[in-house]
């Protein structure tokens, strides 16, 4: 007859004594520092991308960051909802152009390794690799604000906007854009917006149905934790479960269409070398600029060492 | 050579005198009168479910009534539209507490018998067991506003409103209420409706496209008579081939994924053992639990004999 | 608090003894005696489809009479598995010319209720209206084994033959047997088989995985009774919910084709008038005949009084 | 080794030498001068239907021009986008009552040929035929509307109105209209218009989403050459790789759908004759009487020769 | 009241006078003598690819004109079955060495217009394009046989092979064979094939389910003509629906996924510089090089003009 | 104007030099070596499952183990392809019945962490997580097989056999066995086999097309190892993005139906109780029995410091 063997008790649930130990906070926390400020109380993680303590600054390293993060708080049992967002007054203040690797000499990282891969892993570490409920807070202007549009719930400031760049910078909106617009505001709207790149201000985006709530800037993260600390009031295994209902149709949608789509979208780059880095997506202040030259020169001797 | 038999003149349609005659509405009216309180002029059905004569109690056997009547009128070929709703001033007034069965002690017939096997054959019940024309009427308050979305029109009440209590009752929101939220406000909407408990107004109901008319109480059965008689004026088959088309959405979606999810939720609710008759579903006035006592008594005389 | 009340033990099951009580097999099984040869032993439903005795002549009534048997033995709790086959040494012996109605005189009937009503709601009702485990039993040749083939398991008798007579017939297969010969035998198969009309023998279904075992004819409701003793040893909520899992393929394939598909049939049909009882689906012998006209005169006394 | 031949410079795209020439605007133009007035520039198409130089008047040879004129304009590879709508005050002006050939003593033409074939191949050849974007341009008022909504823009008169009269006319709306409205407006907004032809104006399609913008009727086309002049701004192969990720959606609902369905409505049609001329369609002034009378006299002219 | 205008006879079908006329084989016939014999019988035409009056050399020019078949053959409404297949002894014999377009220099033409745009356009071709039945004559050995498991029925000669190059030559499978492979012999066998490069057989071919009769080459086009013939004998309206119904599950395939993995097959193609034209493609005999260098000089001095 | 940061040259690919590194062989192989020999030769990873240096037995931390390396294989970018199978004479020895947790004392931990959470990561971490081909070694018998079914190529050794043994211990195949037998057997197939638990020997699973090759068990590592060989011949993005469109079925499969159905078995596991350990599942030989208990010797040892 079996004999048993203790669970362990991590609080909020039990672990059988000898399975692999899934990484920690403590463990993750410090790789993921140039890129997050990460925060946990009762099991409510709260995850602030950002450039050098100020708003993010787009770049290749971020854009891996993105679903590395996804990765790494998902195996973590500890974590139980996730917050997810921007820092200071932008979303996203712009594109770095002081780290960036020549696309021309890197062809191949830049179309695979750089752009599908780390792409179509962001779009579905939201989707796929968290099991908890998430909370996209766009905290102000940028691009991308995609990524918040994959979380369960979305809350937006008042002076933020959601747009599509992808037409007016040359390119095909494969990334995934494309299912967020789809799915979050229907097919004629979303191929109107993605065609025209129509900038959705948040009453528009309110009202079209893209997002649950709209904040002043100083007001939205108070407003995520009060959702997330009542959505913790109710039981873990609801809690998870629930939320792999409602993303049902995302899995299928991403799953149909995100890889072969974007497949599409690098077809098309990798034949024209369109000009990425255009000044659509970049509105950098003076500040901005002078930030992201500091932290280059922080990233330069961090891995020179 | 062929010899032919003549058909059965049944006024709207023709029947070959063979086959094995379906059960009218007198013979299976009787057994769901103390469910449903039913009418028809001229095809058009009014199915109006109640308790005792007032507005509905829900209980396990007013869950099974409800596929149940699908099945019946279903069948029954003399039945051309449906108008569906509630009774006096709630869509539905509370739970019974007088007539449950002990869940603790039921375990197996609660979680499939009751929740899994009753609560699927009602979503399916609507889309699949009924040929014809649809009119969901909320003529009040009250929850499972969802049968009423499932309808091929809607109607509701201007004092009414749509929610998803699952969340707040602890537990998954899998027993198709999701299906009719998603398909009715889309993705982004009904996933925050669902995890908040929104409590959705008959004006926010219409502006997100949930609902087709608001009307006042005292008219909205008229309205929905005047409606099916509209309906009334055109060819039996293209009326009953139209709706099939116009449900195959919902078909689909029911296909794909009501039975799997309300799996997830039982699965929860399974090892959970939530407290299904908690407060958030319960409302009851004096004059209701009144009248919900005397209906206990006449039951249990009902079915001593 | 609630005072609960008792269930009514069902053998195999619990009751709320408020419940509308469902159609018991004494209640509906007279209904079928023209029809269906009923035989239930601890849960196991035998239904043989059957012509006066013999094996089964086609005809308007026996049409309805197939979906209607699903309607009635998925409502009944009592039955737990059905083996479903006919009777004799045929599946069907050939259509009947002794009790139809002209279609000529009849069209609006013949297209709507007896082609698209009743054909739809066969398919529909072997794969939705029945909870549990189905075995079909292709006792002999014959047409339109698809049914069978929509059971969950099937055997098929060394002498049997599945064929699809539409497109020499005149008409398109659109019927849901081009949905039963796709999933079974994969598209490339299926789409020859029904524009050539190929006869498929028991060998030749085997090799292709449409049947499951093939068996002399003498031997074969034996082992339907064998396998379904051997799947009614497990618990019931298990099998019952394990055949939905296993049905999910045909319920999506039937929800987003079956109707569509039927109507094009149906246009072609009511378009081109096709001499529907030809030849290709009669192979009476003069024994059948005899039977068919005995039957015949039987019928009409019946329902004359 | 391999000796390159040099591609032909065609402006904006090469091509290979010895292709097969597709056909040229000079060769096609000509056919369809009773139906449309076509003109380009730079690449962008477009292509107004008319009768005799006003609005048009719907008949069976102008419902098989509008797929015509589909395929046409897609193997041409000098059409870069293609602006699509209709002449004078209105998208379409009435039935034409003086050329049309017998439903009675036509009825497999009808069926088939006029009804189904051309009608499926509409849609069809909006969403499948044209790898470019398109903008739809609803002039004024009219039927028939739904070509517009599947058009990748839609920009709409703030006379004009929307409406679906398959319902009103006996008719079963399965010929890709209930498409259009379920992609543009939702399941539940869209059944209730198609079961009671609601007469959706500007305003409310705007707000459904159904349409992109709402415009003057004066100032429509020129909106629609500054979209389509912007949209050209950029590359070729990004374009037109964008349309079709757009139209993705499209793609799979017709390809699921479109056929069937419209099976369905044609079996209704074909059983139960109904007046498809009828009056709900019907709205001529005497103006536009004369003009169809003197249309009918010039076809009738040009044919006999 | 509507006067009436007589149909135009066509013999199998009737036509509104006032149509455009479609385009005759007359007319698109002699556009196609370098690349197809094109051979009609009563609606029976027989497409046989060629180079110089011999088995096929593959080009850019033939694959243009490979989906230009398609739409000229499916827009002429005398067209009612095509037998599609190769010349001589192979499929197709080699890919052209003596007309290429130098891919370095061309790079946007290779990628979008040669690759992406004609070989989408092949498989929709057979798909969409086509109302008919079509049959589809494996006549020997060769490459790119998927053109002919797209077609209804597949015939496959003897000493013929099925064999997806793909990886062999560093090229991602997405150019519909994928498609092709999946249905025609399951996800398993489809998966190992393409990576694995497996040559398949006819024997192994037909036990797999991919194609339908083996045959000796020199009796495989008498088979077609004879299966042709066979069908033709039905009703045209019959028929042509029938194989819709019958190619659904093809249309929905493409329509999810095939621009989109060819566009994955395009990243990666405009990436790497895949050697296309590499050896696991050429098989040439010397004969054909004589042929090839032939038609080169005969196509040269053809567009010198 | 951007000054550019040079790639980091790691062999087979270029790496940003700023991003966050993944975590290594050498960093995660130690954590996996209880349960995985990992080994890996230019970028080929086989990861063998074992207990003790031999053929596993199953328990509650391999459960957890096996969708543990999928996340660890899938985020290390030095891992080209992965050969995943069993040790020694066995896939799978047996259940282990010496480290087991009390299911009757951690419901919750059983029902969601242990069955659900794991048991539907270990299905996606084959097919979500890995960008890489691989290869799956039936390497003797034992249960579990599907996960070698997920893999992209499928070898068996001659002596294995595959089989779903839950309908036999009382539980419902929901955890993906139902997805892997459909799509690699054929749904009539599959659906026998799941409610008989049919034991598919070596030759029956190659001509359903369930595996691609049978092997002599020490052959088999050996094959596994020559396909790799030859799939990594070719470019890198070419191989990872080929077998992401391969797996475009599974994804949808997955996506549709995992957690949904796993739910519906876990219904019935939470309800009824089942003795999972049952003696179906046990095949232990004393020589293993002996191991086992050795192993959980070490493992109290371990995890006691």
New interface residues.
């Given amino acids: 007859?079996?004999?048993?063997?203790?669970?362990i008790d991590r609080g909020g649930?039990?672990?059988?004594?000898?399975?692999?130990p899934h990484m920690t906070l403590d463990e993750y926390g410090p790789?993921?520092k140039d890129?997050f400020t990460l925060k946990r109380e009762k099991g409510i993680l709260e995850a602030k991308f950002h450039t050098n303590g100020d708003s993010l600054v787009w770049?290749?390293?971020v854009h891996?960051?993105l679903w590395?993060i996804c990765?790494y708080v998902g195996?973590d049992?500890d974590n139980e909802i996730m917050i997810f967002g921007g820092t200071g007054k932008n979303w996203i203040a712009g594109q770095d152009?002081?780290?960036?690797?020549?696309e021309e000499?890197?062809?191949?990282?830049m179309?695979?390794?750089?752009m599908?891969?780390d792409g179509t892993n962001i779009c579905?570490g939201f989707i796929?690799d968290l099991?908890i409920?998430t909370i996209g807070v766009i905290n102000g202007p940028g691009f991308h604000t995609e990524m918040a549009?994959f979380c369960?719930?979305?809350l937006m400031a008042d002076n933020a906007f959601i747009i599509d760049p992808?037409?007016?910078a040359?390119?095909?909106?494969?990334d995934g854009i494309?299912i967020a617009f789809?799915?979050?505001?229907?097919?004629?709207?979303?191929?109107?917006a993605?065609?025209?790149c129509e900038k959705i201000d948040a009453k528009k985006a309110l009202e079209?149905?893209?997002?649950?709530e709209i904040l002043p800037p100083d007001k939205i993260y108070d407003r995520a934790w009060e959702?997330a600390r009542?959505?913790m009031t109710?039981?873990?295994?609801?809690r998870?479960?629930?939320?792999?209902?409602?993303r049902?149709?995302?899995?299928?949608a991403?799953?149909?269409?995100l890889?072969?789509?974007?497949?599409?979208?690098?077809?098309?780059t990798?034949?024209?070398k369109?000009e990425h880095?255009n000044d659509a997506w970049n509105d950098l202040t003076d500040k901005q600029r002078k930030n992201m030259a500091k932290n280059a020169e922080k990233?330069?001797k961090k891995?020179r060492k």
């Avoid at 109710?234 to 609801?238: S, V």
Wanted: hydrophobic share 40%; glycine share 4%; with cysteine.
């Fill in positions: 007859m079996a004999k048993h063997v203790k669970p649930y039990k672990e059988h004594p000898y399975v692999i790789k993921f890129f770049s290749a390293q891996r960051a590395q990765t195996q049992m152009e002081t780290t960036t690797m020549s000499e890197n062809r191949d990282w179309i695979y390794d750089h599908f891969y579905e796929f099991e409920p549009l369960d719930i979305t992808h037409y007016e040359g390119m095909v909106p494969g494309q789809r799915e979050c505001m229907g097919l004629k709207r979303a191929n109107y993605m065609l025209m079209f149905g893209m997002v649950n959702i009542k959505l109710k039981k873990r295994a609801m998870r479960t629930t939320v792999q209902i409602l049902a149709p995302w899995k299928e991403l799953s149909k269409e890889r072969f789509a974007f497949g599409m979208e690098m077809m098309v990798a034949t024209d369109p880095t990233m330069e891995h």
